[in-house]
């Protein structure tokens, strides 16, 4: 991080802003990056790089593609986004909250939940105490239909 002189207190962050967010983890802050980031989040569901980039130029005619798969990226290394595995190794991108949690993705409506820890913390604890690890971090996606998919399998 660059060493700054400042005589102002520092500022406030909204741990809500993805502006703030992204500048936490040392990302540039631009209103193109604000832009992907508003459209991944407007779109509550998963998708792939490819898929935003074609909905943003729509209304924003000069993005770049790069520009929107490397804002992508920043998101995910900012926490701000998560990037799913989908078939044929695509990554589906999906905005997040700041708090800790995990995911039920579904894989034909793109549906993405967002799991407490809560559900996973037992789990961790016991293979930390049945293996003698120290666990710092864990990521969870699970894969599967939706509750609205299901509904509409036929059944029998
Ligand atoms: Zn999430
Ligand atoms: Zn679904």
Request: aromatic letters at 6%.
């Amino acid at each position: 991080m660059r060493a700054s002189v400042s005589l102002m207190a520092a500022p406030v962050l909204d741990p809500t802003s993805t502006a703030d967010r992204l500048a936490a983890a040392g990302e540039r802050v631009t209103r193109q990056r604000l832009l992907v980031a508003d459209a991944l989040a407007a779109h509550a569901r998963q998708i792939t790089a490819q898929h935003l980039y074609e909905r943003l130029r729509k209304r924003e005619p000069r993005i770049g593609r790069a520009t929107v798969f490397r804002t992508l990226e920043a998101l995910v290394s900012a926490g701000v986004a998560r990037r799913l595995e989908q078939d044929g190794h695509v990554y589906g991108y999906v905005a997040c909250r700041p708090e800790h949690h995990h995911h039920l993705a579904c894989d034909r409506c793109g549906r993405v939940e967002e799991i407490d820890e809560g559900y996973i913390t037992p789990v961790a604890e016991r293979v930390a105490a049945d293996l003698g690890f120290t666990i710092d971090d864990a990521r969870l996606d699970f894969y599967g239909l939706c509750a609205a998919c299901r509904a509409a399998e036929p059944t029998g």
